[in-house]
């Protein structure tokens, strides 16, 4: 993205259709963005797997300031081990109060493009730091 300032208008825009329309719609909106707008982006993934999801984190990470991101792969999974979070990061900077359900975000947009791919998607911590993975899914529906 290179255009840190977009975090302060993501922010206020997940707060407003939060209390405008409500938790569910927003996760809907998340979703859909996740779905729909990267829906190209999934298919780069499905086409690609392991290799191409891990190139494609890589590329945008290194575009981030302030992010310290360690992207790393197995035979089934590639792992973001994201030590500092470039959009948390940024609105703290800044003082910007941030919503207490930014990070559900990666959870829904992230995890309706795994699934569009043929994945699935963890996360574990949040607020600054986390662990996120997009696990192959195998045929007979494990992983």
């Not at 800044?94 to 998607?121: L, M, S």
Request: hydrophobic share 35%; with cysteine; charged share 20%.
């Amino acid at each position: 993205m290179s255009a840190p300032d977009f975090y302060f208008g993501v922010n206020v825009v997940f707060q407003h259709i939060h209390d405008h329309f409500g938790k569910a719609t927003l996760i809907d909106y998340w979703q859909n963005l996740g779905r729909d707008y990267y829906h190209e982006r999934n298919m780069r993934w499905q086409a690609g797997g392991i290799p191409t999801i891990a190139d494609d984190w890589r590329d945008y990470f290194d575009r981030e300031p302030n992010a310290d991101v360690d992207v790393t792969t197995t035979d089934d999974a590639v792992t973001l081990d994201i030590h500092v979070c470039p959009a948390i990061h940024h609105l703290r900077q800044h003082n910007r109060d941030i919503v207490p359900y930014y990070c559900e975000h990666c959870d829904h947009v992230c995890g309706a493009q795994a699934q569009a791919a043929g994945f699935r998607f963890e996360r574990t911590g949040g607020m600054g730091a986390c662990q996120q993975r997009f696990v192959k899914i195998s045929v007979t529906g494990g992983a």
